[in-house]
């Protein structure tokens, strides 16, 4: 017999449930994965929270895989990140201009016509805090033949199956 992970925090907190105990995820929502990346494109929810819709800026977090130096641009596993000069200040931009490999940074922003993620907000994580996750309206929903579900947020492929916890509206 297989145990559904659920539990209840009172006054106000969110209700988690199994993922096969969730309504149906439909395009249009917004969520925030919270989990870990398995390639470029690629993130495993083990949780997954549901967010006001009528924010729509997309959110990234994780830790650097590369940084071009000459461009000050940087990437998350295959999204590559452009500091926005006309929105963050001038000790923001500084900060980015020192990121390196490995560290971690959380980018919320837009993407260009090319793909790229322009940040109007960029923070660096503490490695002891730092979760992996990313966050923004749901493109697509498709489950595969091998029961796992497939969420697309932006470019990014997000797999959720029945053991990962989905906030629910606490109704």
Do not use: Y
Request: hydrophobic fraction near 45%; aromatic fraction near 8%; proline fraction near 5%.
């Amino acid at each position: 017999m297989r145990l559904f992970l659920s539990f209840l925090l009172l006054l106000g907190a969110p209700v988690f449930a199994a993922a096969s105990e969730v309504p149906t995820i439909e395009p249009g929502a917004r969520l925030k994965a919270k989990g870990q990346w398995v390639g470029e494109h690629r993130f495993e929810a083990q949780s997954l929270s549901r967010k006001d819709p009528a924010d729509d800026d997309f959110e990234i977090a994780g830790a650097l895989s590369e940084v071009d130096g000459e461009t000050g641009t940087f990437r998350i596993e295959g999204i590559w990140i452009v500091p926005d000069e006309s929105e963050l200040d001038r000790r923001t931009l500084r900060v980015a201009s020192r990121f390196e490999p490995g560290d971690w940074i959380k980018a919320e922003g837009a993407f260009d016509p090319e793909g790229r993620l322009v940040a109007d907000s960029l923070e660096r994580l503490k490695s002891g805090d730092a979760i992996a996750s990313v966050e923004g309206l749901v493109d697509a929903v498709e489950v595969s033949a091998d029961g796992a579900n497939h969420i697309r947020i932006g470019p990014i492929a997000v797999i959720w199956g029945a053991d990962a916890l989905v906030e629910s509206e606490g109704r």
